[in-house]
């Protein structure tokens, strides 16, 4: 069994940052990618930044040049910097883990941090 572990969200005025972290813990053999997507309000859930064991990075266009995804994969874990935060960045931030158990390769979701950024 497999959960991930997010913490670091909460309320900050534009113009600020957060640092969100997850831990993935449970039977994991390896993990291939570490990410976070977001989902606000009426929207549906988009990439903010993801990162392969490889150390390939992908970032969604809003947030590029803004936030900085980190991983200690020892640790299994990874962390999302944003900085410059804007109102529109308002949104459930979802850790997520392609990685693989004894049993089976899948996507695991964590169960969601607020981060909420007043103008």
């Known amino acids: 069994q497999v959960q991930l572990v997010e913490s670091g969200g909460g309320l900050v005025q534009a113009g600020g940052s957060l640092r969100l972290s997850c831990v993935a813990c449970?039977?994991?053999?390896?993990?291939?990618?570490m990410g976070w997507y977001r989902q606000a309000q009426g929207k549906e859930r988009e990439l903010v930044a993801a990162?392969?064991?490889?150390?390939?990075?992908r970032y969604g266009d809003s947030v590029k040049g803004r936030f900085t995804i980190s991983t200690e994969y020892a640790k299994n874990t990874v962390y999302l910097q944003m900085n410059s935060l804007k109102p529109e960045d308002t949104a459930v931030y979802f850790c997520?883990?392609?990685?693989?158990?004894?049993?089976?390769?899948?996507?695991?979701w964590g169960q969601g941090t607020q981060v909420t950024v007043s103008s």
């Open positions: 997520n883990v392609d990685g693989l158990t004894r049993t089976t390769l899948r996507s695991y």
């Open positions: 449970g039977d994991l053999l390896s993990i291939n990618v």
């Open positions: 990162v392969s064991s490889g150390g390939t990075t």
